[in-house]
Every structure is written in C-alpha cells, then in structure tokens.
C-alpha cells in the first residue's frame, strides 16, 4: 500500500471521529438533576401548623412539572438522557393533622422547554403531542395518612394514589412522594415511571435521533404555600 493511500486512509479517520464527536456533542443532553427535597431553612411554625389549603401557582421557579427519557443517537451507538420541564403549574392540597387529601395538580405541557429546541418543538407534535392534549393532571382519590403530624424540617415518605391525565388518556396510579415542611413552604417531590403505551403515545421522531425509549418517566417538585 503506497504512502499516500496510507494518509488518505487516515485523514478519512480523523474526519470521521471529528464527525461522530462533533455531531455527539451537538446532540448529547446535559440531564436536569432529579427531583430532590431541598433543605431549606426552618422558621416558626405558624399556630395551627400545616392545616389549611395550600396552592401552587403558575411562574414559582421553584416548581416543576418534567421528563426524563433516554434518547439514543447514531444508529443507537451511544445515548443522552434528556430532560423537559414546566413551571406553568397549578395545585391544591388541603392538610389537616397528619392527613393530606383534596390534591389536585394540573401543568401545561406546551410551556415544556429542555436544552434542545428542536426537542420542545417536536414534542409539541409528535410524542406528547401537548398542541391536542395540554394538561397533565393528577387527582388524588384517597388520603394521605403520614402516620403523624408532620414537625419542621422533617422529611417524610408516602404514597399517593389517585388518577393521572396525560396525552388525554386518565390512569389509575400509586406516586411515592417525599415531603417537608419549613414552617412556612410544603415541599412535595416525587416520580413516576411512564410506559408510552399506556397513555397511547407514540415515540417522538427526528433526523438527529436515531431513536427514543418507550418509556420515560414524569417528575416534580412542588412547593405549596398557605392560601
């Protein structure tokens, strides 16, 4: 083989690896970390403690409603997680002792936004397709019984039951959650796995993706303030 075969073999090489790492890195995800307690600072619990109605409204930057899902890139060579997250949340929650029950929450799926554009636009049409189905929704149907009366600073685990919206199909569901009270905010995460099946969703398409699980799962974080 003559010397100048020799080089253009690996001059076709080299570009190819710049090719495969530059379009990688173009398309590779950078995941939101997970939906986590947050210990934030106790104050003096309010007389009455966390009884009342609590509520999440659209815009707190603390909230979130999202996805998490695994794409895989390059003829299925390697992946990226990725992530999609709303704060256009709204929500209710009534306490009273150690019971937690009347939990509505609803997110608008069009204001969903991850680090890639071209993923939020398509997921408008395709997948979620949340320009025909908006809301996803939750609605508890039984109560929560956390065992006591939650005290500051506590975080504590549960589970809530109830029926779950998305793509305009309601399931029935079980959500482990966590929650803390900071004598003034009712932080409330969870997560939920999401077989696309299920709620007769069909993967998302793309010319930069080779393909996309089906499944994924929902996630969120919610701080409920008194009303």
């Keep these: 083989m003559s010397r100048l075969v020799k080089t253009l ?36 619990a309010a007389p009455g403690g966390t009884d009342g109605t609590w509520t999440v409204k659209p815009g707190d930057s603390r909230n979130f409603v999202g996805y998490r899902v ?10 990226t ?39 939020d636009g398509r997921i408008r049409e ?41 793509h305009g199909v309601t399931k029935h569901v079980t959500i482990p959650i966590q929650a803390r009270w900071d004598g003034k905010n009712v932080q409330v995460v969870g997560s939920l796995p999401v077989a696309f099946a299920d709620y007769g969703i069909t993967a998302p398409t793309s010319n930069f993706v080779a393909s996309v699980e089906d499944h994924g799962t929902m996630e969120f974080q919610l701080f409920f303030v008194r009303r």
């Design 9 to 44: 073999i690996v001059l076709v090489v080299l570009v190819a690896a710049a090719a495969f790492a530059g379009w990688y890195f173009l398309l590779r995800s950078t995941p939101a970390p997970k939906a986590a307690i947050k210990e934030t600072p106790t104050v003096s």
């Design 70 to 79: 695994v794409e895989k890139l390059i003829a299925n060579v390697t992946q």
């Design 81 to 119: 997680t990725a992530t999609g997250r709303t704060d256009d949340v709204t929500g209710t929650l009534k306490l009273a002792g150690a019971t937690a029950d009347d939990v509505t929450v609803s997110a608008d799926l069009r204001t969903l936004t991850s680090d890639k554009s071209f993923r």
């Design 126 to 166: 395709e997948g979620l397709e949340s320009d025909r189905f908006p809301e996803a929704k939750f609605v508890l149907t039984s109560p929560i019984d956390f065992g006591s009366v939650p005290a500051v600073g506590t975080t504590i685990t549960a589970q809530a039951a109830g029926d779950f919206t998305l």
